[in-house]
């Protein structure tokens, strides 16, 4: 039976790398080739590996993989998220111009802003929810057109498919950061994307152990343009790194599905909540991108976004937090709250900031694996604990 006709959940545990298994001694997991170099038996016939920032087998095994999940034709993994992004980028030239999210991750927005700019690579930030701004703002020197979605942190929804349609109309390419969906959720390749991103730091990898990057290309070509780029910058992910990723993904399949499954109950307990003023998951049918979401997607995911009353003070919200990590990143098993104003979104300006709605009270929870019971109750107490204190405060003042 072909492997393509297996659920994905098979498919991040099982793919037909050949190196699941390894030949030699049945290993059932992917040695760690620690090797930078490689003996050739012939004086002029080399074999397939020659130096391991070229190829080196356990992040072969790991980039057949990902191509595979993705439904793509090539897979590299990188350094971080970001080495596979600006890589991505350099398949631009100086001249060219790039069309991106408004509300993209900060350091995308560091990079577009800060490097691109130097190369002399135009770019344009647009609603990318708001299909006809997208296509009035592309121009003739347009070649890429970046898309997150859902975008970080507010969770907008972009309709892949109608934004690949402007793509094709204007013979640009479409570059997609799937990191908050991963292939399992959410198959961009499919809607007809042609580089997908992803910070694997986050779910793929799933414990907050590593930085990794990962990139899948739907067309050969355009994945040797990039294996180019990845050989000659050398942000390349090690072989130890490699393997941790690989071991992640396994057991991806049942850390999404309970973490998106708890953050559906969380956001649906903070949306009926009085001190909550908005709550950010395209989960809920209240969330503006539902819809289309669930059209494009299999899951909600496990990462939602919450602006507390201004009742409430955002520090002491915090200092009464007693489960989650107060930290960046996300898609852990443990739960992670962040505070994007000056954390994950602190490389944006802030008047930027507040015109992507990255509030002074907006908070990022990413749900993991703990007991939805014990993570309710701790919101619940730290929002009260926290109202308390900032009304006595108030009462102190006035007095
Ligand atoms: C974290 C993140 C990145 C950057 O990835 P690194 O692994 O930190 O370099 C890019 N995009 C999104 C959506 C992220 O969350």
């Not at 920032?53 to 993705?70: D, F, H, M, V, Y």
């Not at 700019?117 to 299909?131: A, G, Q, Y």
């Not at 970046?146 to 013979?171: F, L």
């Amino acid at each position: 039976m072909s492997i393509d006709k297996k659920q994905l959940e098979t498919n991040l545990i099982h793919t037909s790398s050949g190196l699941d298994v390894e030949q030699k001694t049945g290993a059932v997991n992917v040695p760690i080739y620690l090797s930078s170099t490689y003996h050739q038996e012939s004086f002029d016939e080399f074999g397939p590996y020659d130096y391991s920032r070229s190829g080196n087998p356990t992040r072969q095994a790991l980039e057949g993989k990902i191509a595979k999940l993705e439904d793509g034709s090539r897979g590299l993994a990188f350094a971080s998220g970001m080495a596979a992004i600006s890589s991505a980028f350099m398949l631009l030239s100086s001249g060219e111009h790039v069309l991106v999210s408004r509300d993209v991750y900060g350091g995308t927005f560091r990079f577009v802003t800060e490097v691109l700019s130097k190369l002399k690579i135009e770019h344009t930030f647009v609603d990318m929810t708001n299909l006809s701004e997208v296509a009035e703002a592309v121009k003739e020197n347009t070649k890429v057109i970046y898309i997150e979605t859902p975008s970080n942190p507010c969770m907008n929804i972009t309709d892949v498919k109608g934004v690949v349609e402007i793509a094709k109309a204007n013979n640009c390419l479409t570059f997609l950061d799937n990191t908050f969906m991963t292939p399992l959720y959410q198959k961009p390749i499919k809607l007809g994307v042609d580089v997908v991103l992803h910070s694997a730091t986050k779910f793929l990898s799933g414990h907050s152990d590593i930085i990794a990057g990962l990139a899948v290309t739907k067309d050969r070509e355009l994945g040797e343009r990039l294996a180019f780029l990845q050989n000659s910058f050398g942000s390349i992910l090690g072989a130890q790194d490699s393997y941790l990723l690989l071991q992640g993904i396994k057991t991806l399949g049942a850390r999404l599905k309970q973490s998106s499954e708890t953050a559906l109950d969380i956001a649906t307990y903070l949306n009926e909540h009085p001190l909550i003023k908005k709550v950010f998951y395209p989960g809920l049918s209240s969330h503006s991108g539902h819809t289309i979401h669930a059209r494009q997607s299999k899951g909600s995911g496990a990462v939602l976004s919450f602006e507390i009353s201004d009742a409430v003070e955002a520090k002491t919200f915090v200092e009464h937090i007693r489960i989650p990590i107060f930290a960046v990143s996300l898609g852990a098993v443990e739960s992670i709250l962040s505070y994007p104003a000056n954390m994950s979104h602190a490389a944006m300006p802030k008047h930027e900031r507040k015109t992507r709605g990255i509030s002074d009270g907006l908070f990022r929870f990413s749900v993991g694996l703990e007991h939805v019971d014990d993570l309710i109750a701790d919101l619940d107490q730290a929002l009260h604990a926290a109202y308390v204190r900032s009304y006595e405060a108030v009462g102190v003042r006035n007095f």
